[in-house]
């Protein structure tokens, strides 16, 4: 069974400072998404990483994908209070399935 | 304007009383997917559909039915619900196939189901 395991679960922090929420497996995948969900909405793709080692920006945003495709990270840099969500990670199986994360609730106050 | 319409949004009902949860997409995206949503655990897909009369079950079936009769609707049944459903629901649609599991999945709004 793969297992995408998503860490903090939770994170406050102050606005302006910076954080790094991390997805690990031991499996393997073709590729792995991150998403964002606000409050009584959908989660909302935000980028999606399919080469080993790469790394992709969404303004303060920044996606890595491991070299061994088994692990991703997004890190933010400066944080603002239009940050808040909560965040996941899902990654394309061996049947191309999504396997998610549990999910980083993260909160940035002014 | 492309999007996944569910309904309802909201809804508390009884233990064992019948109810459907309806899903509709207007991309023309084959794959469609239901998950439940509870703290702590992510999202849980319940069932998946890749085309019109193919329906698969996901990691947690148990109690739930879906059916697929149009490419644009996937309803969620709850034959006799129970309050270990009680959860946010949410149906997704994407490009998705067999031989590709990079597709961008679209969510709909969530529905919050409470079985007393």
């Known amino acids: 069974t793969q297992l995408l395991e998503q860490s903090p679960q939770f994170l406050s922090i102050q606005e302006g400072e910076n954080l790094t929420v991390y997805c690990n497996s031991s499996s393997v995948f073709s590729s792995l998404q991150w998403y964002r969900q606000e409050p009584g909405e959908g989660p909302v793709l935000l980028v999606t990483?399919?080469?080993g080692g790469e790394v992709k920006k969404l303004k303060r945003l920044t996606f890595q994908f491991g070299d061994a495709r088994k692990d991703s990270s997004l890190h933010i840099t400066a944080a603002q209070p239009g940050d808040t969500g909560l965040y996941l990670c899902?990654?394309?199986?061996?049947?191309?399935?999504?396997?998610w994360g549990a999910g980083t609730k993260l909160i940035i106050k002014p | 304007e492309a999007q996944v319409t569910q309904n309802p949004r909201y809804l508390i009902t009884v233990t064992g009383k019948k109810l459907t949860v309806t899903c509709s997409q207007n991309m023309n995206h084959e794959y469609m997917s239901w998950y439940r949503q509870d703290p702590g655990l992510g999202l849980r897909q319940i069932y998946y559909s890749m085309n019109v009369e193919v329906t698969d079950k996901g990691d947690v079936p148990e109690g739930y039915k879906v059916s697929r009769k149009e490419k644009r609707n996937f309803p969620l049944i709850l034959e006799s619900p129970s309050p270990n459903q009680t959860s946010l629901y949410f149906c997704?649609?994407?490009?998705?196939?067999?031989?590709?599991?990079?597709?961008?999945?679209?969510f709909g709004d969530g529905t919050r189901l409470s079985i007393l």
């Open positions: 997704a649609s994407s490009f998705q196939s067999r031989g590709d599991g990079n597709q961008p999945q679209h």
């Open positions: 990483v399919v080469t």
């Open positions: 899902a990654g394309a199986g061996s049947n191309y399935q999504l396997i």
